[in-house]
């Protein structure tokens, strides 16, 4: 069965520093692709970032990037310039492979990300 | 519409009552989810319906839970003798796919249903 792993349960980063946030993801198919969401306090669920397995390089969305290391499994989300605003739960997740017609999305248990002032 | 409309936002109920959940996805989207998000947790996946297929449920806690999807657009989730256990917010997911999905699910903003 598929898996996510998210090591950290909260973090905390002062405003304008970097930010990473662990993600580890099992799964033994060739073909899968990665998430990255973000959920404030609101409870909206925000799509931040995806990488594909089979992509050659990291995916950025303007202060998001994805730190892929496909041998080590891993799909870290890093956050520049932290703004106050970045303060949420975040959530690694992993479409489950199959082909074309199937897309069931898993989610890891999430970080509680805080920036202070 | 322009986003993923899910009715009611809040959801009280008595222990054993049934409740139906509402979801609306956006238009042309052939893919819906139910997920379902206890305080503090993450996502739990429920169910999943893309086209005409046969839907996922894998994820259905029990056989009190169940979904239909009526002409390929809303979702009614359904739940029999609520128990306390069910509260939780539940969030419906609709998606364009096959297509590549790097823009993500677009999610509704939850009914949030509490069993008293």
């Known amino acids: 069965a598929q898996k996510i792993t998210q090591t950290q349960p909260g973090m905390f980063v002062q405003e304008k520093e970097a930010v990473t946030l662990d993600c580890t993801y099992d799964?033994?198919?060739?073909?899968?692709?990665l998430f990255w969401y973000k959920q404030p306090s609101s409870g909206e669920m925000i799509f931040l970032i995806y990488?594909?397995?089979?992509?050659?390089q990291n995916a950025t969305e303007g202060r998001y990037s994805l730190n892929f290391q496909k041998a080590r499994k891993s799909a870290n989300l890093v956050i520049s310039a932290s703004q106050l605003g970045d303060s949420a739960m975040y959530f690694c997740?992993?479409?489950?492979?199959?082909?074309?017609?199937?897309?069931?999305?898993?989610f890891g248990p999430g970080t509680s990300l805080s920036v202070i002032p | 519409g322009a986003g993923v409309s899910q009715s009611p936002s809040n959801k009280v109920t008595e222990k054993g009552k049934d409740v139906e959940l509402r979801c609306d996805p956006i238009?042309?989207?052939?893919?819906l989810y139910w997920y379902r998000q206890s305080l503090g947790q993450g996502l739990e996946f429920l169910i999943y319906?893309?086209?005409?297929?046969?839907?996922?449920k894998s994820g259905l806690p029990s056989d009190r839970f169940s979904a239909e999807r009526t002409g390929g657009s809303v979702s009614t989730l359904t739940i029999q003798r609520t128990q306390q256990e069910d509260s939780a917010v539940y969030l419906c997911a609709s998606s364009d796919i096959p297509a590549g999905t790097d823009y993500g699910y677009t999610f509704g903003s939850g009914t949030r249903l509490t069993v008293v």
């Open positions: 238009s042309g989207h052939t893919a």
């Open positions: 799964t033994s198919d060739p073909s899968y692709g």
């Open positions: 997740a992993m479409r489950e492979p199959g082909g074309a017609s199937y897309d069931k999305v898993i």
């Open positions: 319906f893309q086209g005409n297929s046969a839907p996922d």
């Open positions: 990488q594909g397995s089979y992509d050659q």
